[in-house]
């Protein structure tokens, strides 16, 4: 295409971090005149906390996109004469997601953005351009997401029914209830032995699908009117919001409401404990958000990496917001009080295996969308070509006697970036896995991990005892002060570099008597200060959180 791409606002990363604080008071403005609309609407006194739990992460990531968008074109606007754009339109309902879950899928899609871009130009460039309008049709929009409600759940009607069944018998003829674990991210052996250690017995709980509601542009015709002659964008995000609020919290939001209430899940817990889930899970926000109001106490559990590491993330603030008690892999923060370290939740252990006798190098790489979608200190939009040229350059830095030897896990999702097709064209012989493979068939036939980004994969490969090297540019991988000495340690002794040539020297220094760097002194010792703060592994884990829960539960 002939086409010239206009700079990334958010590549100037002071204004990533200052425009992510200036949305926060957006969200935080929006999500209390939410809370009132919703009440209203709804006949209903709910509270904030209430209306924070079950909508706030759709809210701030909805805002975060549109002003992404809306920042775009006002670039746009100012480096070019536009004077026509052509429109494509479609039913208004078309992309109005069910609930959260829906919306994740929806919004990575070029329908979607397409639409919402259109309707920023229609809405708030209407006097100053001319439009060519394309009418489609419903069956013409190529939908490339999926609706993960019909992945999520692997249970047929009758498996759901018959759970429903027993788990009714068991609620009658079990033990008490007061503690609900679900999506705990524990391993099921260790969350049997937090069960019994609560006095309850293990239970599978049946986690029905919300029914898909009909969008009513009826009662979408209102405004959060928050209207401001200084800030345009707020004017614009006052009037979206009703139109593309998900039906689960508008026009389904009773059935949302009723579903929950014939759940089997207990009536009166004193106390839930969840981790994934709490951010996309509609059913579990609803019934947590609900609990809450009644004085049950709602413990989470970190459920991944970047948390209590990256220098900001709407994700971890949104959960230390809602969370009674918060959960750490082991870090602890002075700024907040709820968040208690009790070890790697995910308890991730070795694997018997003895690295220094295996031959290959295993690189991991990560990809997000080519759309902004969640702000948190990592590569953003198109800021993953830059992320994508550094693992090239480090593959290039490689012997050819390692190269033959590497292998390339790609990210499982691709989000239209041909990352196999762009690993190819650079490297027509190296070994590619495209991440349907389990990751633990790669790791037991390698010497050296290779992690990427600020995950969780570093942690885990930590607590596995496999011999690792990271390496991530720190202009796109921020971290917090906090964690700086812990990586200046890491970096002292070889496992962190912020160049990919670093680290591609290094693995090559260290290869062929890998264990003698891996094993030394000063290595363990870094290696046992960094897991000790960020994913220590401890073997009273159960014990750890039942002391947890139980203190919440006393509280309560």
Not at 47 to 65: C, K
Not at 112 to 139: A, C, P, S
Not at 145 to 171: H, P, W
Not at 332 to 356: C, E, F, M, T, W
Request: glycine share 4%; charged share 25%.
């Amino acid at each position: 295409m002939n086409a010239e791409v206009i700079p990334y606002h958010w590549d100037d990363r002071n204004k990533l971090y200052s425009d992510y604080q200036y949305l926060n008071i957006i969200y935080e403005n929006m999500l209390k005149a939410l809370t009132n609309q919703l009440n209203e609407i709804h006949s209903v006194d709910h509270s904030l906390r209430y209306w924070r739990i079950l909508i706030g992460p759709w809210l701030a990531y909805f805002i975060q996109m549109v002003f992404d968008r809306w920042s775009m074109l006002n670039s746009a606007f100012k480096s070019y004469d536009i004077n026509c754009c052509k429109i494509l339109l479609t039913v208004d309902n078309t992309f109005i997601p069910k609930d959260h879950d829906e919306f994740n899928n929806m919004c990575i899609d070029d329908n979607w953005n397409e639409m919402i871009y259109g309707q920023l130009l229609k809405e708030y460039r209407k006097d100053h351009i001319d439009f060519e309008y394309i009418t489609i049709k419903n069956d013409q929009v190529e939908n490339t997401y999926r609706d993960n409600g019909l992945i999520r759940s692997s249970l047929s009607s009758l498996k759901q029914s018959l759970l429903s069944a027993i788990n009714k018998y068991k609620y009658w003829m079990n033990s008490s209830d007061d503690y609900f674990l679900i999506k705990t991210y524990l391993p099921s052996a260790i969350e049997d032995e937090l069960l019994l250690r609560l006095g309850q017995k293990p239970k599978l709980w049946e986690t029905p699908q919300i029914p898909k509601i009909e969008a009513n542009m009826g009662m979408r015709k209102w405004i959060i009117d928050k209207y401001s002659e200084f800030d345009e964008f707020l004017n614009v995000i006052g009037r979206m919001i009703p139109f593309h609020i998900p039906t689960a919290y508008l026009e389904g939001y009773n059935s949302l409401v009723n579903l929950i209430e014939n759940l089997t899940w207990p009536k009166k817990p004193k106390c839930i404990f969840a981790s994934n889930g709490i951010q996309t899970l509609d059913l579990l926000k609803a019934w947590a958000a609900q609990k809450t109001e009644n004085g049950t106490a709602l413990i989470i559990g970190q459920h991944g990496g970047h948390y209590g590491i990256g220098l900001w993330s709407f994700e971890e603030d949104h959960e230390i917001s809602i969370s009674d008690r918060y959960l750490s892999w082991g870090w602890s923060d002075p700024d907040q009080p709820k968040v208690y370290p009790v070890g790697q939740i995910k308890n991730v252990r070795p694997l018997g295996i003895n690295h220094a006798e295996q031959s290959k190098l295993l690189l991991v790489t990560n990809v997000d969308s080519r759309y902004s979608y969640r702000m948190y200190s990592y590569t953003v939009s198109s800021q993953w070509l830059e992320y994508l040229e550094d693992q090239f350059i480090f593959t290039e830095n490689l012997s050819p006697m390692i190269l033959n030897e590497m292998t390339v896990r790609l990210y499982p999702t691709d989000y239209r970036w041909c990352q196999e097709k762009r690993w190819s064209d650079r490297f027509p012989n190296l070994t590619l896995d495209v991440g349907r493979k389990n990751i633990n068939e790669l790791i037991t036939k390698s010497r050296v991990f290779v992690s990427t980004c600020n995950g969780a994969t570093y942690l885990e490969t930590f607590t596995m005892d496999i011999p690792t090297v990271i390496f991530w540019n720190p202009k796109h991988w921020e971290i917090r002060n906090a964690a700086i000495p812990y990586f200046d340690e890491l970096k002292q002794v070889g496992i962190f570099h912020e160049t990919p040539e670093s680290a591609a020297i290094h693995v090559s220094e260290v290869w062929d008597d890998i264990y003698s760097w891996w094993k030394s002194k000063p290595v363990r010792n870094a290696l046992d200060q960094f897991k000790s703060q960020y994913c220590n592994i401890d073997c009273n884990l159960a014990g750890n959180i039942e002391a947890e829960l139980r203190a919440e539960f006393n509280k309560s």
